[in-house]
Each structure stands twice: as structure tokens, then as C-alpha cells.
DNA sequence: TATGAATGAGGGTTCATTCAT
DNA sequence: AATGAATGAACCCTCATTCAT
């Protein structure tokens, strides 16, 4: 039943975190969201910061265990960018709640959270940042700073339009193709 | 001296909501930011709605007008390109807190001015869609749908890691360099 | 109006911190007694830790000010000693909320304020050791340290049960000079 | 084992009283204090008042019984009144946290247990004027009412500024006579 | 006996908003 | 135009208390 209450308060929390700032999120909300009395929530969390901490580093592990994995799996760094692209895009379709919590609170992760947060998010870039480099050695990538090239196509990836993109779209691989050619080829006429 | 008042609300308002999220910001820091008292404040602004709808609508125009006088310039899209990227880095750099406030109140946008907003946005992605076309007509840009090639490139300039990407560097140029080339030729290693 | 406001806030909490320890008062309670709304309260004073430290400050300098007044009038110790004692007495009867609030609220204060509310009473200790000091001169107080005689003169002063023996009495004048007695001769037989 | 807890629990909870006021004191860290759940709490005690009940009846009922103790001596009353002295002044000196909760909620004593607990009192002050009654038959004790001279002596020895007295000094005896003296021969100068 | 989980009323405090001056 | 004072709803959180296990 704990357990049960636990994860009851953290959907309910995300879902509205998803939709609402932080600030625009109150305890009494998420507390009738997980159908249980506020003195219920506070016994399972501390705080309301402590709750969000919890949901916003459980999202970044979540992604970090998911990028791992895409790194260590045997391939070309053409296909771990392709699995890399397919895991995000996968998530935005799927579930997107985790990454809308992240983008309506990027004001409150910078000024409350930002040291533990900023490193995890610094170690994601850095998983990423291993694909890149193999894709280099492999003559398949361009010879720029590989961290720099991590940080932007995750940019890309996490941003609100790439989801809408996906969002209005009759063919969602259609469109997975369209940003994974831009990521590789940009938006110039290839003449090869 | 109104106006004075009002500008000084506005800059005020900017600021804080550029730090600290809408709910974050009350009307009584907005008040003392601009040294004047609530009272005053309530006497040009009918709510805190309608502050930051005014903000928000301003720094849409802004943008409008911007990229307007671009497109309008003599020019190849080659060179309009070059124009929009600088002008939008150079607006980063400068430090401009409306992106800021933009960035931190997503939800709040999507949530209360979607319609009005949503619409602006579109005018603004497409006067980029008019560039692009040009690109395409001049066989510089690759034949997609310009609106998506628009979306894209605004998603990649407004975007923190952007602004973090420039933050951080020693040398500027090098990066809007990096950006320009990530926009027009993607990651993969360039063949011809 | 607004010191009307700030004075009505005062009554209340005296009033209510007199008859219940300081967390045994709600500012609810208190708003409610001064027949204001809680905002109201909270736009005089900042904090309930910040009302109650006005009413303790401002009690303790009621009591200065009034033992002042009797060392720097003309007269003999022994006059000044049975001004002092009418004077407290009189407060007892007259107007026992400030005491009260003290007696109910030791840990409180030793807790919170115990710097600067200690220096307030070690510095109203020390104006009734001017009188002490007057009286040994005089060779009508006993030669012990004046600092301990005023300390203990002014706990039989201020201690509940003092307070109980007049409330209880049908001649008050005469529990007085019980007092008087008391603390000028002790409880033995006077043999002289 | 049972027993073993209780007293754990009373142990917590006069420790938590003594220092901060009982609405100050929760029953969550008075469970913490005895190492023992809430619910174990709650099953030894129906509530927090009737264990502050308990603890406040256990500590009169302590005095009774030493007060009792040195009536029955045999014994002039100089002796039991020394005697008695003695027993506060040491128990003030032992740190006996019991006078500490009882300075702190004097207030919530005169709200709840009034009626109960002065009885107590009164029966306490009528043990030890059977002592000045007896002082008074002797000649060695002036002639006023025993009563009020057995509820002033209590006043001095359970006020908090005699325990300060007694806390501060270099040599403890030394100070127990000067409260000895004060007793019984007050302040002024004598005569004889 | 003992526990962890749950409850809901109430605590201090903040805040958008109003209004007489 | 501008102000200070007032309002009351809502907010985060604590607490005494209960109860199934």
C-alpha cells in the first residue's frame, strides 16, 4: 500500500508538473491528483522541492540508463546515433510528461538544483559524447569538438517544437527522418 | 513621466520574469524593482496577466520586426541566413531577458496565450519560411518543406544550450561559426 | 487609521499571548481580536516572531523607563525602594497582560531573544542597583552584592504568586506591606 | 518491558518540556526522543495533555513527598526550614527539569489543570506551613500569616532567577546562604 | 505491545487585487 | 497618477490523533 501511495503521488506530481510550472503546481493539487490527504503526501515527502528533486533526478537517470545502454551496445556510431535518435523521439511520442516537467521548471533547476542537476545532465552530454567521438574515428563525423556536437543534437532532440513537429505530423517517421537528416546534413543542398 | 512609469514597470517585469518564472514573480517585486509603489502598478497594468501578456506580445513584435527587415533587404537567402543567425546570436549575447522570459513561462504561454501567441509565432516562423523559400528557389537549400526547415532553425537558435554554447566560449565568432555550419551542413563529415 | 490598526494588533496580541504561551496564539486569533483580516496583520508586522518581539521590547522598556524615573527623583533609598514597589505592584494591578506575557513566555524568550531582552533586564537590574548602591551608602541596606539584591528584589516582584497574594486579598494595602516587610526584614522574629 | 518504556517516554517528554513550551513540543519528537513509534505513544498515553497531566502530577506529588518528609523529622524549625532550602535549592542545583516545565507552561497549567494542580500546590504550600507554624510557636519566626509566608518562601525558591543565581556562581554555598539570609532577614540592615 | 501509514484541521505566510485618499 | 492600507483566498507545511496489521 506505501509503495502503491508512493507512486501514486509521483504520477500524479508529474502529470502536473508536465502541464504547470512548479509554482503553478500546488501540494493540494497533486494531493487530490494521487487521491490522498495532503498530511498523506507529506509523510511520503518531505517537501515540495524534495518531491520535485525526486521526479526531476529519477528523469534524468531514466535517460542516462537509456543512453548507457545505447553506448554499449555493439555497432557503428551510425547506428547508435539512429538508436539514439529513435530512444528520444520514442520517449516524446510515448511519454512525453518527464520532458515537459523539465522545460516548464528550467528557471527553478537552474536556481535551486542546478549543481546536481547541471552534472547529471553534464554526464548524459558525456554518454552521448562517446558515440560521437567513435563516429568520428569512423570517418563519419565531422572532426569538431565532440562534446559541442552532443550538446546540440540533444538540444535539438529536447526541444518543445521537435515534439510539436511530431505532434501535427500524419507520418511520425516521416518526420523522425527529417530531423535525423538535419542532424547529419543540415539544410543546405547536398551536391555529392 | 507615465510613460517613464510605464517603461520602468515593464523593465522591471522583464528582469524577474527572465529569473524567475511567472508564479516565481510577485506583483510587489515587480513594484519595488521599478521603485514605484503597488498601487501605481495596478493603475497601468489591470492584472499580472495582462503585464505579462503585454511582454510577451512585445517581444513576439520585436522578433517580427527583425526578421521582417531582413527578408525585405537586397540579398541572396545565402546571405539573409547569415543576417538571421547573427541577428538573433547577437541578441542572445547582448542578453536580451526576453528569450528568458519566453523560456521560463512555456507553460504559462501554452496555457493562457496559445491562440494570440501561437499565432504570432507562426507570422514570425513564417517570415523565415520566406527566406528559406528563396534558399530552395536558389537551389542553396535543400527541397523540404520550408515551414519544418524554418521551425527547425528558430528551435535551433532560441534554444539555453544555445545561449550556453556562446556563454561559455572564448571565442564567439568561432562558435556562431560552429552554429552557422551545424544549421547548414549537419554533423556527418562532409565528402565532396 | 493605520496606527489605529497597528494599536489595535497590539492590544490583541498582548491580550492573547498574556493568557496563552506564544505557540498557544494563532495570528488567526489574533487578526480575529483586533478585527482585522489576517493579511492586514501581516502588512504591520512581518513575522508573529516579529510582533511578539515589539511587545516584549517595548514592555521591558516600559519598565526602564519607569525605574529610571524613580532613582533620578530626589529622596532617600529607603523612599526609592517603596517607589519601586508600589510602582511594579501597581502594574500588577493595574495592568498585568505585559507581565503575563513575560511569565508565559521564559522559554520563548530565552530561546529567541535571550541576547537582546537579557541586556534589556540586566540593564533594568542594574538601574535598581543604583538604589541599592544608594541604600548601603546610607547604611540602610545591608552590604551584600547590590547586583544580587536587585536581581532578587525584582523576582519577588514579578514572580505569579506575588501577583496571586493581591489578587486574592481583601486589603490590598496590606498584602503590600507584607511584601514590603518581607523583603525588607525576611521571615524571622526581629529581636531588636 | 512495558514499564521500561513508559518511563522512556517520560523521560523524552519532561526533557522536551523543560526546554520548549508544550504546544512548542510535538508528540512526534517526544516519540523520537523515547525511540518508540507514534502508535506505541498513543498506546501508553490517550493524549498529549494527559501525558503532560501525568508528568505535571508526578512533580508535584515528587515535592509532596520530600516536603512531607522533613515535616515529619524530628527537629527545631530552623532546622526543617534549612532542610527545606536545602532539598530545592539541591534538586534546583541537580537539574531537575521538572521546575523547567513547570516555568514553562504555567499558563497551560492555569488553562487546563487548574483546578487539579492548585490543589496540589495549596496542599505542597499547606506541608510547609506546618513548619512556619511551628517556626512561629518556637519565637523563631515573626508573627504574620503562615500561609502567606509559607507561599513566599516557595516563590523564592522556585523562581528562575534563583536558579540563575545558583548557575552563575563561582561558590555555590555562598550563594545558598545569601538566600538563606534573604529569607529570613531580607534585605535591610540589622540592628542588633 | 508496537508499528507505519493515513487523516484533516489548523498553523504561519504570501499574494493578486482593491480602494479611499 | 500615485500611494498606503486592507482584504481574503490560497499556499506550504505541521500536528494530534487514528487504525489496520
Redesign the pocket.
Known sequence: ??????TRILTSAVELFAENN??G?????I?EGA??????????F??????FREIAFSGMDHFNRLFTEIVNKEGTSKEKIKNLIECVLETLVDNLNILDVFRNNIELINNNFKDTLELKHQQNIGVVTNIIEQGIAEGFIKDADPNDIATIILTVLFTPQTKKLLDGAENVDQKIDFIYDFLMNGISREEH
Open positions: 500500500m506505501a509503495q502503491d501511495t508512493k512548479y509554482h503546481v500546488s501540494m493540494t493539487e494531493a487521491e490522498i490527504s495532503k498530511g498523506t503526501l507529506y509523510w511520503h518531505d517537501s515540495k522541492k524534495e518531491l
